[in-house]
């Protein structure tokens, strides 16, 4: 892992049977941004602005992207929308780095149904998050995981983010199904540290990959063994997280808590206003001439008085990168 200490839940390197890869060997590590989904003011995709983040993204040093999920504003967007995302990210972004695909259903047949799609469309691996809206037991999460894993035709990773699916991946759950063959490692999106601790104790003998999503927390938990972040200020600012992982790769503390804190006055001002963390990227990508910001229903876009809190924020915190 080019530096990485072994960690509790260390990754191994694995070789993804993806016949559009040619059986390419990814190491997954390190910043792999959660894409926003750039939209026109028809809300249908942005195919000039989603050009021009993927070469944004790449440019600045990012690992692997992440299309379709919470950030992507996966559950409130169109099939048609969706499929034109898929199909532009596997004609731009190819086998130069990883790309997975956000394949999130309360419907188990439509979620191997998307991870088809994005196998035949040259994925590396699928992301599911727990089926939302019904109250599920943990053998019952147990259980749709394990079929979806059985049935997907790509690697799969576990997604857990209590805050937006109502259900809970517990870390006994979570445990269990990291030991299944086609389960690849898993994101962390429960902005629970103790959560990771219990984890990092439960399965040490786990060979499987481990992502923090909330990106306050991206430097405790790569010194401590993950294998990297899926950030939503990665899709702003890639070069700023990509240094801090590497940062943390090479002991160097002191740059690491500098670049911390500059991770944590974009978190502070561009996420926390009342509004979703969705919004402040979707603008603050806008002042840079990336898309419209706007953001597909039931999510709002942002007041004139916040943009121009925001604009504010941006330009002072430009100056000093």
Known sequence: MGGQKPGPCHLKINQYDNPMSNNALYNLHGIIPPLITPLTRQLTLDTDALSQLLKHVIEGGVHGIFVLGTTGEAPSLPE??????????SEEVGQRIPWLAGITDCCLADAVDWAQRAERLGATAVVAAPPFYYPASQTALYDFFRQLSEESPLPLFLYNIPSHTRNILEPDTVVALLKLPNIEGYKDSTVDLMHFHRLQQQCADIHKSYFVGPEEFLLETVLLGAQGGVNGGANIFPSLYVRLYEAVQQHDLDKARFL??????????????????????KFALAERGIGT?????????????????????????NEHL
């Open 293 to 317: 910001g706007l953001l597909v229903p039931p999510l709002t876009n942002l007041s004139e008085a916040e943009k121009e809190k925001m604009r504010t924020f941006l330009q002072e915190f």
């Open 80 to 89: 048609t929308v969706k499929m034109a995302l898929l199909q532009q990210v």
């Open 260 to 281: 911390h804190q500059q991770i944590m006055q974009i978190s502070h001002h561009l996420y926390q206003d009342g509004k979703t963390v969705i919004s402040g990227i």
